[in-house]
Structure formats: C-alpha cells, structure tokens
C-alpha cells in the first residue's frame, strides 16, 4: 500500500518539528549553563543528522524522498563528505576539551554544576556524533537498496 504523497510531506514537516523540539531540549541544560557554549553549530547539526538519518533509514517508505530516485543518489552521494565532516567535528570537540580543558567555558559554575554540566556535554556530544556518523555510513546502504528495488521492480 502506497501512502499519498501529501500525506508524506505532512508527515515530513511533523518529524522537522519534532526534530527542533529534540534539539532545543537536548540542548537547553548546555544553553542554561553557557550560553556563550563553541559548539552551538557542531552539536546542533550533529542532533539533526542523527534523527534524520535514523528516520530516513527506518522509516524511508513514509518520506518524500522514496518517490524520487535521482534526490537518493544525491544523498548517497553526500553522506560521503558529511561522514567525514563529522568525525571531523568530534575531533575538534575532543582535542578542544583536552587541550583547552572544559574549565575554559564552564569555570563560572559551582563545583557540583560544573560536574553535572561536564559529564552531560561529552556524553551528550558523544552520543549524537558518534551515532550521526554511524546512521550517515547505513544511510546509503539503505537508499541504494531501495534504488535497486525500484529499478529491479518489474525485471523479475
């Protein structure tokens, strides 16, 4: 059974929503804590791509993307620099907690906060990379595999 292509983008547009709001409570303790925070960028995009890609490969027949082939490809194609732009970011995350400390954008906070706050970022940050890079590396596996049903469909 095909879902209607309207009901698809009213669905997309739902999980965007939902997706912001993951994001801004994810990221609310950090805010509350440092506002002036240098990883604002590579933690939000590390979120967005880690439940979009999840999405994408659990739930693809339900997007709009499942109808049109050549916008898989292209996605295919740049999950490829995205994998290594995120590893890229963890690096940089990591090198700047070992090198600069966490103490350089958290020292203003009470001793037990600042413990809380600090296990919460790196846990945090280490979750949503790590598994947005791990959904960005399945992510075309599962888009080629539908590229090939829809071009292998009546082949039989």
């Known amino acids: 059974m095909e879902v209607p292509f309207s009901k698809t983008l009213m669905i997309e547009a739902i999980w965007w929503v939902i997706t912001a709001i993951l994001v801004v409570l994810v990221l609310l303790p950090i805010y509350e804590a440092v506002p002036d925070y240098p990883f604002w960028g590579i933690n939000i995009l590390a979120i ?11 739930l693809l ?5 499942i109808r049109w082939q050549i916008v898989k490809a292209i996605i295919v194609i740049l999950c490829v620099p ?7 970011n963890i690096n940089h995350f990591q090198t700047y ?3 600069q400390g966490i103490l350089s954008f958290l020292g203003h906070l009470r001793p037990d906060r600042l413990d809380q706050i600090e296990k919460y970022m790196k846990a945090e940050m280490i979750l949503f990379g790590v ?26």
């Open 131 to 156: 598994g947005s890079v791990i959904a960005s590396i399945v992510l075309p596996v599962r888009l080629i595999m539908s590229i090939w049903k829809v071009r292998n469909k009546n082949k039989v």
């Open 82 to 88: 995205l994998i290594f732009n995120m590893v890229n």
């Open 48 to 58: 967005v791509v880690f439940i979009t890609a999840t999405r994408y490969i659990f």
């Open 61 to 65: 027949k339900y997007t709009p993307i």
């Open 97 to 99: 907690i070992d090198e």
